[in-house]
């Protein structure tokens, strides 16, 4: 067979000449393929998922199954992306399914640079909510 068909959008091609993903940036693409991958059917924010939450964990120690630790890194974050069941977090079940082969290098660097995004500082996302204002004294 001659040539190859490509199923990319005009629009699509042309931000994949230009080198980005539809424009968003790393991490906003990360965000969009923890929707799409269905990482975030697991990794639910409130702890009720049946894998841990990933927010605040860069930097830290992370506990195994077997009493072993290692440090929330890059380096980590890809390992439990391609090879989930390598190191299984303490509590948990190896019930991930490893995504080596669905995604690029590209989208797996956007995946960590979201994931890691989950523990910056909150100053450097949205600004956090006011504190809540006294009620008003009301006088009678
Ligand atoms: C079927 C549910 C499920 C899906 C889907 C899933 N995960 Fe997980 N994930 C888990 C479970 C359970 C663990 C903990 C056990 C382990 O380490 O394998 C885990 C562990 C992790 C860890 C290490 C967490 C820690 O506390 O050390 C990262 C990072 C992670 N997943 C990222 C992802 C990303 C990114 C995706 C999507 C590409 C994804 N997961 C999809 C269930 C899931």
């Given amino acids: 067979m001659i040539g190859w068909v490509t199923a990319m959008t005009p629009a699509d091609y042309q931000s994949w000449l230009s080198g980005g993903s539809a424009g968003g940036s790393m991490v906003e693409n990360g965000a969009k393929l923890f929707t799409d991958l269905a990482c975030s059917t697991c990794h639910v ?9 990933l927010k605040g964990l860069y930097g830290k120690q992370v506990l195994f199954n077997g009493a072993q630790t290692t440090t929330f890194d ?30 690029t290098e ?14 910056e500082p909150p100053s450097a996302g949205p600004a956090p909510p006011p504190p809540a204002a006294e009620p008003p004294a009301v006088k009678k």
């Fill in 45 to 53: 924010d409130n702890g009720q998922g049946r894998g841990p939450v």
């Fill in 106 to 119: 590209e989208q797996l660097l956007q995946l960590i640079a979201y994931v890691k995004s989950l523990s």
């Fill in 74 to 103: 890059d380096a980590y974050i890809r390992e439990s992306i391609l090879n989930p069941q390598a190191k299984v977090v303490s509590g948990f079940q190896p019930m991930m399914p490893t995504f080596q082969g669905l995604v």
